[in-house]
């Protein structure tokens, strides 16, 4: 079949209540997305999969949910009030404002196609500033957080104090992000607002470079656990020049996204970093002091940063297919069950009263496990079609038979195969299935 491309997925996104363009009525607000019924079920459905597998499933990580603002002094011990920056230039012919290392061309404009007209590339700070306080002064100045991740760091003591957490161990945490991108765009993958889903893993030095291979093998294999392509996934190791300046080492997951492989997930050893001049700045002592051997350290940091909004479009453009069937092209998100916004649908035969109330007790019973759909508009073919193009396992037809044999159709979105189920055996139905 014939790759999606991105134009095909935004439209669907928008029509079937995946992504909206936010203050879209009035004129929109660039690369600024809100989440419709689907997509905040799909992006929620990727988060708790992210946490199932990195804080739930394991008895080494344990999740924290730190504050948006934090002290301006976290991101001056950091570096990134004096690194975190992007080489912008402008050109002077249509005064676009471009990011010089994302060029196809360095010296020509793809805004207006003017070669020769850039500025010199300046250094830009991607963070967003804001102040507390009714007054606005360089004393109350603080930042939007670029990432979840020293929210984790300047938590490190408390959270192993009080969980009693011995080496090695992993703190998580999913939340917003911001970053003044120079040039945002490609739809949801490149956001001035995101979430991420982060885990800071601390180990013994010498341990370090055992624990990076193993979370590369861990993070790429949940990709895959949950459906997707292993042909769409990479693992790609950066140059010594595209290290990060806390990094001794780092991996990227890729994806083929519509305009080729980019970034999905960052794996880095962070070595003894951030500790290190969280410790120094603050004054606080972030060593570790391991009993057993009687001696004092900075942990080293082995991390696996994931973009929540970005990965669930990714999942979004891996699972759309076209099937043809009798002459008719099928659209089908064949996503992982466990990331479906809805588990499945119930669809009354006909609008008559007395199949309505058989549909409604039914997705009642449903909903008490699942996110359920009960839509009752169009043709049932009409309607198996909606369903399919959203994602939805299973749909459950309730027709004038199930008045007499108290049993429901239960159709499967990938083999479009039936089977006639008792009422009351389709939640365990569905349950082995799910």
Not at 65 to 84: K, M, N, P, T
Not at 104 to 121: A, L, M
Not at 292 to 317: C, D, K, S
Request: charge should be negative.
């Amino acid at each position: 079949m014939t790759e999606p491309t991105l134009e095909t997925i935004s439209n669907l996104a928008k029509r079937r209540g995946f992504v909206f363009q936010s203050s879209e009525i009035y004129g929109g607000l660039r690369s600024a997305y809100d989440y419709g019924p689907l997509g905040v079920e799909l992006l929620r459905n990727v988060k708790d999969q992210w946490w199932k597998a990195m804080v739930q499933s394991r008895s080494d990580v344990v999740g924290l949910d730190s504050a948006i603002l934090q002290a301006r002094q976290v991101w001056q011990a950091s570096g990134h009030e004096e690194v975190f920056t992007d080489p912008m230039i402008e050109c002077r012919n249509c005064n676009a404002r471009l990011r010089l290392d994302k060029l196809d061309d360095p010296n020509r404009c793809p805004t207006c196609g003017v070669s020769g007209q850039f500025t010199e590339p300046q250094e830009f700070n991607l963070m967003f500033r804001t102040h507390m306080g009714p007054v606005e002064s360089d004393d109350n100045m603080v930042y939007l957080r670029p990432e979840t991740a020293q929210g984790i760091f300047i938590n490190y003591e408390n959270v192993r104090r009080t969980n009693r957490l011995k080496l090695p161990f992993g703190i998580a945490q999913v939340g917003k992000s911001f970053r003044n991108e120079i040039t945002p765009g490609q739809f949801v993958f490149r956001t001035r607002e995101f979430e991420q889903m982060e885990m800071e893993f601390f180990c013994r030095p010498e341990d370090a470079d055992e624990w990076f291979a193993y979370w590369l093998d861990e993070r790429m294999a949940w990709y895959v656990d949950l459906g997707m392509s292993e042909e769409k996934l990479r693992l790609r190791h950066h140059e010594s020049d595209e290290l990060s300046h806390y990094s001794s080492g780092t991996a990227d997951v890729e994806f083929m996204f519509p305009w080729g492989w980019d970034e999905l997930e960052g794996i880095a050893n962070r070595s003894d970093f951030d500790l290190k001049q969280h410790s120094e700045h603050s004054g606080e002592d972030l060593t570790y002091f391991d009993q057993e051997a009687n001696e004092r350290f900075f942990p080293y940091v082995i991390e696996p940063a994931a973009g929540a909004t970005r990965t669930t479009f990714a999942f979004l453009i891996d699972a759309y297919s076209e099937e043809t069937v009798n002459d008719d092209t099928r659209t089908v998100l064949k996503l992982d069950p466990r990331l479906s916004p809805y588990k499945a649908a119930v669809l009354p035969l006909s609008k008559k009263a007395e199949l309505i109330e058989p549909t409604e007790k039914l997705a009642a019973e449903l909903r008490k496990r699942w996110m359920v759909e009960v839509d009752i508009t169009q043709s049932i073919g009409r309607r198996y079609r909606r369903q399919d193009e959203i994602g939805t396992p299973y749909c459950v037809t309730v027709d004038f038979d199930s008045l007499e044999d108290g049993a429901a159709t239960v159709r499967s979105r990938d083999t479009m195969e039936q089977d006639r189920v008792s009422l009351d055996q389709i939640p365990s139905y569905l349950a082995e299935r799910l």
